[in-house]
């Protein structure tokens, strides 16, 4: 009886939590190239918020953090608290080569190095930049994740 | 009054989960609208109802360096405020559940103990942007609140009464008072949208200047809660004005259409008109709508005193 119900009340927050990712946007060093796709796939013509995607202006009303760009040393800090500042359960989304693997900027005395280097990331959307399309792709992939069952653990 | 009976309408009909539904599809049409207005597709139907379970199921952070009595207890003060001011209103165009001489005043404070609620909440985080929001709420607080209790005074001084059903009644029996006083329907429309923080004066909360204002700090339970209470909000001024200004509201058909068309214009209104400043908002108020309110006070009073 008592796991019917929580096993309902799972599937219904699953539910709310995939149609209501509210998303917060930071940039931690990059050309702003991966930015203003972003802001272009927020504009009307893609119209995010038929998927219920908003995008709020305080970490503490997010679910997704929409990153972009290497690491700066000094943006390493504000990363980390931007982060510890949203409410659990939260996700990470890595837009643009740089966020993945350091881009052009690999290797340059002033980077940390990628997103995953500092902060856990869910997914990861290549391109330089990508393409708003790519972009919501990328969050729907991220949704998918959410909704799929977790992937078992090989033993040994 | 028995108790089950004082119960049902509390939880379920004209107070609770009726008015919470009733919220969240009236948030939603609002989106919808305001969407399709801008050439988009808008959201899904459950959009609202999806956002406030998330909320509710999310982590809820009290930061550091407030006070967390407060901070817990101002998002339900503020619900329960709103909920409390329904059951005076002709809800679903069907008959108050409470009624007393006077219930348009309690209702108008109830309502506005809902921004005083943002306000405090605010200011009890140690949040700059908080801080800038809560003295935004507060100060739009007082700009629109006289001209738009003025723009309801006038239907209560035609009725005669104080009370929101005999203004109501009075209001079926009569032309419908956007004719009569077109001056004060439209200081009451605009009140409204004022009240609500809607696009022309949502400088208070304002996401590209002070991140999300008095709310910037609250996160899960608070904001859903929060969230709820604006939707009350908006379905009890739509059902105000509309029971006011538009003929009254005597069956649950004539409530739907004439809170619909009202949203209509609202919708329009916000779509229209650019995000004005807080001090062109206090200025607007105080030069423009505080004095036509009161020149349609005066036209009515005189028009009263003269009984004709």
Known sequence: MDSVWTKTLNQVKTWARINSPWAIHFNSGSCNGCDIEILATLTPRYDVE??????????????????????????????????????????????????????????????????????????????CPPRPEAIIYGVAQLLAKLQAPAPAVKEG | MNTPLS?????????????????????????????????????????????????????????????????????????????????????????????????????MYLLSLMTLCTGLAGANTNDRFSLIGATRTLTQLFSYEAPFMLALLGPAIMAGSWNISEINAYAESHLWMVVTQPIGALVAIIGLMGKLELPPFDAPEAETEIVSGALTEYSGRGLALFHIGKDIELVIGLTMVSAFYFGGLSNPIYFIVKTVVLLLITAGLQSLFARLRIDQTVGMWWRLGALLALLQLLVLIVFKGFGL
């Open chain 2, 7 to 107: 119960l049902l309408y509390l939880l379920i009909f004209p107070g609770g989960l009726f008015l919470i539904a009733m919220g969240l599809v009236y948030e939603w049409a609002d989106r919808k609208l305001v969407a399709q207005f801008q050439n988009r597709i808008g959201p899904r139907w459950f959009q609202p109802l999806a956002d406030v379970i998330k909320l509710l199921a999310k982590e809820e952070i009290i930061p550091a360096g407030v006070s967390s009595g407060l901070f817990t207890a101002l998002p339900i003060v503020a619900v329960a405020a709103a909920l409390t001011a329904a059951l005076n209103v002709p809800m679903f165009g069907l008959r108050p559940a409470y009624s007393f001489s006077g219930d348009l005043i309690v209702a």
């Open chain 1, 50 to 127: 038929r998927f219920g995607i908003k995008l709020q202006g305080s970490p503490r009303h997010a679910d997704v953090l929409i990153c972009t760009g290497p690491v700066t040393r000094q943006a390493k800090n504000r990363l980390l608290r931007i982060y510890e500042q949203m409410p659990d359960p939260k996700f990470v989304i890595a837009v643009g080569s740089c966020g993945l693997s350091g881009g052009a900027f690999q290797g340059c005395y002033n980077i940390t190095g990628n997103i995953n280097e500092v902060i856990p990331v869910d997914v990861y959307v290549p391109g």
